[in-house]
């Protein structure tokens, strides 16, 4: 019976995640944004929403490792399980936005984590914690990534996007309904999903900090991994580059900032070494432009990303 709920909260959390989507992005056409921005902001935001409910209710109920783990785990399985298995679809090529800003911003985003969650390295202190001022350092950083990006994107576009009719196919009712339809499965398939893994987690005898790294970061990941495979078989693999960066900041930057500013967020069993394997995972994506098929993320590296995921999960569970 857990594990069917287990799964139950997860579909509510991507069908959740969705329909607020859709809704959302309505509202904003008809607000005259361009789809570009609609996509980079709402969307992307979309898809790391589950990440987001997750660590929020893990925060809200106390469970603080469970937040934390949440987002290490899914910007993991986003680096190198997704794009491992993409590149294995289809070469991922870099844009010359991936290597000026979405990878070093990808990378900003790990080494601030790794700098506000290792207290017991930089301060000498008995443990890690992320406080609420920290929590506003990261909300502070992303609202200047979302600016900068969206301000970006608006200068080449800004005289299409204002001759281009908005077309909207469903009627305001309808994506209104949407949004508050899929606020209410984030919400309720988020705290159903919590429970019943912790329940797993003590039942196995596993630490929160291991399940939130592992099953919560798989599950909650999962809204980036199809829309990615999608995109390389559709024979658009730099959508699934674009969204995996994106999504690692925004969890960082919004998931932990908002959470962390909701309440401290005391790591647990997640220690400096598993953020160094964040900052590891980003620079291996600029690595990667220099090694094999150049300018790209090919299937060769795709291998490597994909073992270095399982070896890394192997250490987790052992260590």
């Given amino acids: 019976m857990t594990v069917f709920l287990l799964i139950l909260g997860l579909a509510m959390i991507l069908f959740g995640a969705n329909y607020l989507t859709e809704g959302a992005s309505d509202l904003a056409k008809r607000m005259r944004v361009s789809d570009f921005v609609v996509g980079l902001t709402v969307v992307a935001m979309g898809t790391s929403m589950p990440e987001f409910v997750v660590s929020f209710m893990s925060a809200l109920q106390g469970k603080a490792d469970l937040a934390v783990g949440n987002v290490v ?49 930089i301060d000498r202190a008995s443990f890690n914690v992320i406080s609420r001022s920290e929590g506003l350092l990261m909300l502070g950083f992303f609202i200047i990534f979302l600016v900068y990006t969206i301000y970006s994107a608006q200068g080449p576009r800004k005289k299409a996007s204002s001759k281009t009719p908005v077309q909207v196919k469903r009627k305001l009712w309808l994506s209104l309904t ?15 999903f919590l429970d019943q893994a912790v329940r797993i987690a003590q039942h196995f005898g596993l630490s929160e900090s291991v399940i939130a790294v592992t099953l919560l970061a798989g599950g909650t ?7 990615s495979v999608v995109a390389a078989y559709k024979k658009k693999p730099g959508l699934a580059l674009g969204n995996v960066i994106g999504s690692n900041i925004f969890n960082i930057f919004l998931v932990l900032g908002a959470s962390a500013t909701l309440t401290p967020l005391a790591t647990g069993d997640i220690i400096p070494a598993d953020m160094v394997a964040l900052i590891v995972s980003s620079l291996l994506l600029f690595v990667c432009v ?24 192997l250490w987790l569970i052992h260590r």
């Fill in 73 to 121: 785990g899914s910007n993991l399985f986003n680096t190198l399980l997704i794009l491992g298995v993409t590149a294995l679809i289809a070469p991922l090529k870099y844009t010359r936005d991936n290597l000026k800003k979405d990878i070093p911003f990808g990378v900003l985003a790990s080494v601030v984590l790794f700098v506000v969650a290792s207290d017991t390295i």
């Fill in 178 to 192: 949407l949004v508050a339809g899929g606020l209410i499965g984030l919400v309720w398939g988020g705290n159903l």
């Fill in 221 to 227: 990941s999962l809204p980036e991994l199809f829309a």
């Fill in 290 to 313: 220099y090694t094999f098929k150049r300018g790209a993320l090919d299937r060769t590296e795709g291998i490597i990303f994909i073992l270095l995921f399982v070896g890394y999960i």
